[in-house]
């Protein structure tokens, strides 16, 4: 079990935003920021000794995938593993095609680098959701064409925690021909997430969101997929990502999926999903005017989403903030002092007012009953307050957040 309590007066809900290192995983890392320093590319037993523990790292982030070890190539994270796939792919691709689809809630590691493609003579369409943050599969179905090379779909959206119906759309693109990429960033280590089963031909996956380290990530590419470099220079995994690897994070993140294994086998997340949902509900009870946002339970087990009338997420936040220390987030982003509104909320419907309303609250195996019931205990109280505040002082509030944020 992850203590979230290592700060006095803290209780921490951003897990989505990143998760505490599990302590096994620092053990496990020390060594290689000592005297296990080898470089795995070395041929003396100081490399040697890196390059065994590269490996099985990679091992078990295979296991915990029910993946190949040569399928597994680390990276620095779930950004430049959606790089890699993405532009990977089209690159390898343009021949065949340039239609891409994707979902319109994905995160911006996915979004930009499409963008870029976009610039570059793809076509880059967007899949509607319904007002859950569920991929439209009719309008999905409508939406592909001869042409098209390749879906990339979220495993789980990162603001609302809502799953998409990943099996449906892999096999729907396998009758095709069409590569599927999945970032499931938001899942792996959280529920089972089995390559086979989702039936998809590249995915990402991030360490720091399931307890491991920073700076640390891999991108499972199925055997026979081929798809161009990205960081190009040495011969480090076969080429497929150049670069000295991060031997102490990487070691890290084998462990963290290790540890992730066993917690799900011993119902650590079912007791995240437990304590969601008594957030759900005590908020929905008891915060006049609250919505849930995302699909009431086919969402991953941490991530809670909720809109408050009359209130701007990050006032709430804020305000929790100082009272019992709680670190949460918004998907509303901070332009100029002012407050843009999530554009995964507005895809879902939300009004406006709405969409700018919404509060991340994300567990991790840490949080505790009592942690939630103390959110529970101030939360109408702190709504009620920044209802009272007139406009013009709710926007200072805000307005002190985003300078603050930068
Ligand atoms: C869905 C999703 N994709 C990608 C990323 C980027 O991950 P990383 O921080 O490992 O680059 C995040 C991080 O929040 C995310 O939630």
């Avoid at 990143?18 to 053990?27: E, G, K």
């Avoid at 620095?76 to 532009?87: D, I, Q, R, W």
Wanted: glycine letters at 10%; proline letters at 4%.
């Amino acid at each position: 079990m992850v203590s979230s309590n290592f700060i006095p007066a803290m209780i921490y809900l951003d897990h989505a935003a990143t998760t505490p290192m599990h302590p096994a995983v620092l053990d496990a890392m020390m060594p290689f920021f000592g005297a296990r320093f080898g470089n795995p590319s070395s041929l003396h037993h100081l490399g040697r000794d890196a390059k065994f523990a590269l490996e099985r790292a990679r091992e078990q982030v295979a296991a915990l995938l029910g993946a190949r070890a040569s399928e597994i190539v680390f990276n620095s994270g779930a950004t430049e593993g959606n790089n890699h796939a993405l532009k990977g792919v089209a690159a390898q691709l343009k021949a065949k095609g340039r239609h891409i689809l994707t979902s319109n809630i994905e995160h911006d590691a996915v979004l930009h680098p499409l963008q870029s493609l976009a610039k570059e003579g793809y076509e880059v369409e967007f899949v509607p959701v319904d007002s859950q943050g569920i991929l439209d599969l009719e309008a999905f179905q409508a939406m592909l064409r001869p042409d098209t090379i390749l879906v990339s779909l979220m495993h789980a959206n990162n603001e609302l925690g809502t799953l998409q119906p990943v099996e449906a759309v892999s096999a729907i693109c396998r009758a095709r021909a069409i590569w599927l990429h999945v970032d499931a960033c938001q899942t792996v280590g959280h529920i089972p997430v089995d390559v086979k089963a989702l039936g998809c031909d590249l995915l990402t996956l991030s360490a720091h969101k399931f307890y491991g380290p920073k700076g640390a990530g891999a991108l499972y590419i199925r055997r026979g997929v081929r798809l161009e470099t990205l960081v190009e220079g040495g011969h480090q995994q076969k080429g497929r990502r150049a670069g000295t690897e991060n031997v102490a994070a990487i070691v890290g993140m084998g462990v963290a999926c290790d540890i992730a294994r066993v917690a799900m086998q011993n119902g650590e997340e079912d007791h995240v999903v437990a304590l969601r949902q008594r957030l759900i509900e005590g908020t929905l009870r008891s915060v006049e005017g609250s919505y849930l946002n995302g699909h009431p339970t086919n969402r991953v087990p941490g991530i809670v989403n909720f809109s408050f009338e009359g209130i701007e997420g990050e006032g709430l936040i804020l305000e929790l903030d100082a009272k019992v220390g709680l670190c949460a987030s918004t998907g509303s982003a901070c332009a100029a002092g002012s407050l843009d509104p999530s554009p995964t909320l507005l895809a879902i419907g939300l009004e406006l007012g709405l969409a700018r309303a919404g509060t991340r609250f994300s567990l991790g195996r840490g949080t505790t009953e009592a942690e939630i019931d103390e959110v529970l205990r101030l939360m109408p109280g702190v709504v009620e307050s920044l209802r009272a505040l007139n406009p013009a002082a709710r926007v200072a509030l805000v307005g002190a957040q985003c300078d603050n944020a930068g």
